[in-house]
């Protein structure tokens, strides 16, 4: 039970490996892929981290999650907290409910419960049959809106939600931005797979982390000096230098797609929520001098590695969010800050204490499925793994969407 891996696993500091999954030691790497090699040369020999990055998740044909490849779950590559069992979908349909039925009607379409990244489609399918059975009025306008840039998952997503009681259409943000819609928009585990940019300390200055060609391997290796358009968010932070407590070598990451993916998420609503549930820490722990190797891993078939060069294109590279430059972005993206905490706290708020009591009155489930759902709802608030995820949520338009405070917020009963 204790292999089934529940990113994050945070290697430096923090989170226990042992807790999670398997953490796979030391670089055991093979030739890079013919067509990673063909990339790799065709530009000079090295790209920056960022680049590798989006080319081993999302390139369409090679790319972990472009082809398809990555499975979410227990028999997967890695779990998340909808694919432990629908009780996490359940809890967060009360948020996400009370945000839709507080929106007015709009005039152009259904109101849209917008899923970005939505995975297996596992969620998706778990909401509507929440909504569905418990709030028909309002499943009677809504309509559920996919985002996802990968063509692979999209495939698996369109089989899973094949009996969903809600129409559905997957969009991309572009076609959405033409019609923006009334709404609530979701992002789960969605942000951690954004390319990220590794920075290394040299001295008095940040580099660029490259991935480079040698022979037959490939090597990650500080670059030219960042640009100072990169280096804002550090500079809000007063890192603008590394400082004498990071030395040489000192690496950790940015997060340059975020901006533009909150700008292109906010375009595409008219007025609304945006909820982003994921893995983050605040910029004094992202950014201390003690986690010299920054926050990224790799997971596959329920192991986690600190080494992302290895099997390029088979496993899943993921880095967790500073808050601080999430609230930023977010803010110059036109979104309005509602809030956050950690996933723990706002799953009491929602209600999670009252639903494991209410196990107890469900025998008729049968002793293992009841034990897999305790044992679910329990790793979804342990404050060592799942629990330690942050809920944060932002508004856009006018009250009460801007004002309100989230449900999730509130002091458990
Ligand atoms: C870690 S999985 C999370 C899946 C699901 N939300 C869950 O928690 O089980 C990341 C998902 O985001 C998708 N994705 C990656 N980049 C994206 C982007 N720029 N916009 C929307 N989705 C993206 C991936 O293809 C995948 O479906």
Redesign the pocket.
Known sequence: MLAIAA?PTDQPLGLGASLCCWLIGGPVRSEPPAWLRQRLEAAGGSVPFSIYMEWV??DPLHGA?GCGR?R?GRDGDFV????LGPDFALLLARQLIDWLEALPADPEHRLSLV??????G??ALDLALHIAAERPELASRLELVL????PG?AERQRLRLQTCPLPRRWLS?AELADAPRTGVVLA???L???AVERIVADGALWRRQLVTLHGDSLRLEPGEPLEPELLAPLAALELHQPGPQRPTGWCSELHP?LEP?LRDCARSLRRGQLLVIDYAHEAWRYYAPQRANGTLMAYRAQQASDDPLQDPGHW?L?AHLCLESLELAAERAGWCSLGQCRQGQALLALGLAEQLHGLQRQQALGLDRLLQRREALLRLVDPGALGDFRWVAFGLGEPPEVECPPLFLREPL
């Open positions: 990113r998740l999302h999650y990555l979410i998340t907290s909808p694919s899923e970005t990244g939505p995975g297996e596992q969620l985002v996802e840039p990968n998952m943000f789960h585990e969605v951690d797979a954004l797609g993916w899943d993921t």
